[in-house]
């Protein structure tokens, strides 16, 4: 089992920057991706960008690329997601998932292959 609990999240005004925590414990060294998905209100959760444990690739989403980046600390067990120039339609609860065991890199955007998830952290920026 592993487990995720994010942090970090709050108010901001658009064109700040918030940085989001992502502990793990348990099984982590099973773990191959670990990702950020975020769901606004009354929209489906969205992938935000993934990173895996070994060889650190990284992916973004379309919507946040050079303004996001994501990045772990295999020593802390911790991932991170940075946010800068971060615009209204950011907000959203931010999710942490992690995916034990293999996945094909062009499924890791997908919410259904991730094994764990943690209970969320509200972003939310004014305009």
């Known amino acids: 089992q592993v487990q995720l609990v994010e942090s970090g999240g709050g108010l901001v005004q658009a064109g700040g920057s918030l940085r989001l925590s992502c502990a793990q414990s348990g099984r982590t060294f099973s773990t191959y991706a670990t990702s950020w998905f975020r769901q606004a209100p009354g929209k489906e959760r969205e992938f935000v960008a993934t990173i895996t444990r070994s060889s650190g690739n990284t992916v973004y989403a379309d919507s946040v690329k050079g303004r996001f980046t994501i990045s772990r600390d295999n020593a802390k067990n911790t991932m991170y997601l940075q946010m800068n120039s971060l615009k209204p339609e950011d907000t959203a609860i931010y999710y942490c998932?992690?995916?034990?065991?293999?996945?094909?890199?062009?499924?890791?955007?997908?919410?259904?292959?991730?094994?764990?998830w943690g209970q969320g952290t509200q972003v939310t920026v004014s305009s």
């Open positions: 998932a992690a995916a034990a065991g293999f996945r094909v890199a062009g499924l890791l955007a997908r919410s259904d292959v991730y094994d764990y």
